[in-house]
């Protein structure tokens, strides 16, 4: 079952491109996602090294067709991403339909509305989250405090019971940007997860690190 979840729309090539330079594509590619499994290795290393003690193994993981709900969690609480990412998804819009008017020019038009496009950018704070976009990229980033509390996580019927209900009724799965000092709130959230049977995946995360959806391709989230 494939489900990756693509946020940002793939920019669209110009006609003018050559058969070369797509295939210069598929090499960039290649490179980027042998980098990508690079930095999650080394990410993976230094998060174990420094919580051997709690002994927690990498998952084995596999794809989902079920939708997913994207949180964070750190040692001092979880973040809902997913306002923020439902959010971006609408202001993307903006740019894919400038894509789709670019292509439908003749050069020159079309070369000066690539060059515009290019210049695209939207910046917005919904609540915790700071979003910011490009013709190229786009991030997430928590700027003030997480949507629940560790203290407050674990109380009976309290936000973690709620959103797990809420999730298997909907049949969705959750995804946990985990950031290295989380495990002990990931113990928790699996355990909710679990329970409720929503399926859950996780990827490492340093803490203060913005998250990234690198060349308009989106991420692709898995679960245990």
Same mark, same amino acid.
């Given at each position: 079952m494939s489900s990756p979840v693509s946020l940002l729309i793939r920019r669209r090539r110009s006609k003018r491109l050559s058969t070369q330079v797509d295939s210069t594509d598929g090499l960039?590619?290649?490179?980027?996602?042998?980098?990508?499994?690079?930095a999650l290795v080394g990410s993976l290393t230094g998060v174990f090294a420094a919580t051997s003690s709690l002994n927690i193994l990498a998952p084995m993981q596999t794809k989902s067709d079920r939708n997913f709900w994207t949180i964070q969690a750190s040692q001092d609480g979880v973040w809902d991403l997913q306002p923020a990412i439902d959010r971006m998804t609408v202001l993307d819009r903006e740019r894919v339909s400038e894509v789709v008017r670019c292509d439908?020019?003749?050069?020159? #038009?079309?070369?000066?509305?690539?060059?515009?496009?290019?210049?695209w950018a939207r910046e917005e704070q919904?609540?915790?989250?700071?979003?910011?976009?490009?013709?190229?990229?786009?991030?997430?980033?928590?700027?003030?405090?997480?949507?629940?509390?560790?203290?407050?996580?674990?109380?009976?019927?309290?936000?973690?019971?709620?959103?797990?209900?809420?999730?298997?009724? #909907?049949?969705?799965?959750?995804?946990?940007v985990l950031e290295n000092d989380g495990f002990?709130?990931?113990?928790?959230?699996?355990?909710?997860?679990?329970?409720?049977?929503v399926p859950i995946g996780w990827e490492p995360w340093y803490k203060g690190?913005?998250?990234y959806f690198w060349g308009n391709s989106g991420r692709s989230m898995m679960v245990q």
């Open positions: 960039m590619d290649i490179l980027s996602n042998v980098v990508g499994v690079m439908q020019l003749l050069p020159p #038009e079309r070369v000066t509305c690539e060059q515009d496009l290019d210049l919904l609540g915790s989250i700071s979003m910011s976009l490009s013709h190229a990229s786009g991030s997430l980033e928590r700027t003030g405090p997480p949507s629940v509390t560790a203290a407050d996580l674990g109380k009976p019927e309290g936000w973690l019971d709620q959103t797990m209900k809420r999730l298997a009724s #909907e049949k969705k799965a959750v995804f946990v002990e709130l990931y113990r928790a959230i699996k355990s909710k997860a679990i329970q409720y049977k690190d913005p998250i």
